[in-house]
């Protein structure tokens, strides 16, 4: 029995449609268009990728798009005033940094500049402290994209045992808390971990979120499973996950693939969250249940 495959770029093309949606709602009420700032430090032409990818989708879904390319010896105060230029302007209600900075820039100082109700990453401490707490936030979108890639398999998660493989800041905490938040039992397996696959083994959901090409065995995964691979790993042979997806197909229920899985999620899921963050500035409800 081969596994129901996880159709992403389906899934978000759906939630895009939404966002425009809401963002045609959002116009009618207050005049303007939703708007995201994407700054880009460096000549990395996988991030540029991104970064053009993005832009498309923002504008896509009729919000405005303002792109900020900066050579790769801007310091770390020039990232610190333009962030701060972003958070005074009104027209700004996103704002993204594409990561990984240059190593001479302290990506945490410029991190916590952004104004957290503008923090569309979901990456500033205030956003990872909301979700900890059950307080309403910005979410991170990789980890959001994956919430919603399992509602489609899942309709309900309460109860279901999830091991998420990975412990960063930006996928694996906010994952677990998300997975939490849905009444899953959470275990968060690590490079430390004494026997990390025979946690995996006993999961109903799997989220692999490591950075290592084919890390996780079709052998790790528990017949029936669902699973979920964050990783988007370039090699000789082209994108690949984290997981061993010909043969962990072969033994899940279902499965996201790499490409066309988690990536086209994330982007979807930023578009969502700068509506979120635009309605929230502007005081207006916006409906959790559209998107
Ligand atoms: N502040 C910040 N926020 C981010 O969200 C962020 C970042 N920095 N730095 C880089 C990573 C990476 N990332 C991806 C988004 C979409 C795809 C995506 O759409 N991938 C396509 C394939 C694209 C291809 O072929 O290269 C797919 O998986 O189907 C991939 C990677 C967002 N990131
Ligand atoms: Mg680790």
Known sequence: MSA????????????????????????????????????????????AVYVRNK?????????ESFEHRLPDTTTTDELLELVARLNGDPAVDGILVQLPLPAHVD????????????????????????????????????????????RTVHPNLA?????????????????AQLLLR????????????????????????????????GFIPGSAIKPGATVIDVGINRTDTGLVGDVDFAAAREVA??????????GPMTIACLIRNTL?????????????SAL
């Not at 159709?7 to 045609?24: H, S």
Request: glycine letters at 12%; charged letters at 20%; proline letters at 7%.
């Open 182 to 213: 849905e009444s899953c039992t959470v275990t968060v397996v690590h490079s430390r971990s004494r026997d990390a696959f025979a946690h995996v083994r006993q999961a109903d959901i799997v989220v692999a979120a490591v950075g290592i090409p």
């Open 4 to 47: 129901t495959i996880i159709d992403g770029k389906a899934i978000a093309a759906d939630l895009r449609a939404r966002v425009a949606r809401g963002v045609t709602v959002f116009r009618d009420q207050l005049g303007r268009a939703p708007g995201l700032a994407v700054v880009l430090v460096g000549e990395d032409p996988a991030s």
């Open 159 to 175: 109860g279901l045992d999830a091991v998420v493989v990975g412990r960063s800041n930006i996928v694996g905490k906010p994952m």
């Open 55 to 63: 832009g498309r989708s923002t504008r896509e879904a009729g919000m």
């Open 107 to 150: 990506a945490q100082a410029v991190l916590q500049a952004i104004d957290p109700d503008k923090d569309v990453d979901g990456f500033h401490p205030v956003n990872a402290g909301r979700l900890a707490t059950g307080l309403d936030g910005l979410v991170p979108c990789t980890p959001l994209g994956c919430i919603m890639m399992l």
């Open 276 to 288: 979120v963050a635009a309605s929230l500035r502007a005081g207006v409800p916006y409906d959790r």
């Open 253 to 262: 229920g279902a499965i996201t693939p790499v490409p066309g899985g988690v």
